[in-house]
């Protein structure tokens, strides 16, 4: 099975800090995802990427950055965490346009 | 601007009983459809798949229909049991190109079946 690995379950940052996410695929897929889930909201799509060192801007990519230096590995960086960035953080990967596997998620908290 | 709309926040039936939630979307240009399970503390996992050609998939209790006309798809689920108490959420991609298999997702519905 595919597993995709996010490095933490639970953060708790302060106001202004610089938050790295880190996310791990161990099925060579091309394709990864940073997701956020908030009430109501469903899942919101942060940024993408297709292949190492490329990215895509999501739905809401404000607030954020992310790197790709290999291809198994995709963070998410939090330039300077604030509270409304407080969530449920969701990593994805995909090898064709059907389909994703999940991570387990990290639920971020900014104090 | 929401493509995939999920309007019913939560849903409570009872253990055997049928339960049926509903998504529906604006963007014709979705060719393909699932839907995905989650629990708290983990990711979603995926749980069926309809493509735009169909309008009927099935796997065991989890039924999904697909209408194309009212852009609308539907997930039954029968018999219902406790421990399909989740998080569903609805998702949509378009075919190929530059959306490199970008799903779009729905608010989700709370569903809970009690016993």
């Known amino acids: 099975d595919v597993k995709v690995t996010q490095s933490s379950r639970y953060l708790v940052k302060r106001t202004g800090e610089k938050v790295f996410l880190e996310c791990v695929q161990d099925m060579d897929h091309e394709n990864m995802f940073w997701y956020r889930q908030d009430p109501g909201l469903g899942l919101r799509l942060i940024y993408f990427s297709y292949d190492v060192k490329m990215k895509e801007k999501g739905d809401i990519p404000e607030g954020y950055s992310v790197s790709r230096e290999k291809k198994e590995r995709f963070s998410l960086i939090l330039e300077s965490a604030s509270t409304n960035q407080t969530s449920m953080y969701l990593c994805a990967s995909s090898s064709q346009p059907r389909g994703y596997t999940f991570g387990s998620g990290t639920r971020l908290t900014v104090v | ?115």
């Open chain 2, 1 to 115: 601007d929401q493509q995939v709309k999920q309007n019913s926040p939560s849903l409570s039936v009872q253990e055997g009983r049928i339960s049926i939630l509903n998504c529906d979307y604006t963007n014709s240009m979705f060719d393909y459809f699932l839907w995905y399970k989650k629990y708290p503390a983990e990711g979603p996992t995926f749980l069926i798949s309809i493509s735009s050609i169909k309008d009927k998939n099935e796997d065991g209790r989890f039924t999904v229909f697909l209408n194309k006309s009212a852009k609308h798809l539907s997930l039954h689920i029968v018999p219902s049991q406790p421990g399909d108490s989740a998080v569903y959420f609805c998702a949509a991609s378009s075919p190929g190109g530059t959306s490199y298999g970008k799903l779009t997702f729905g608010q989700g519905t709370i569903l809970t079946v009690h016993p």
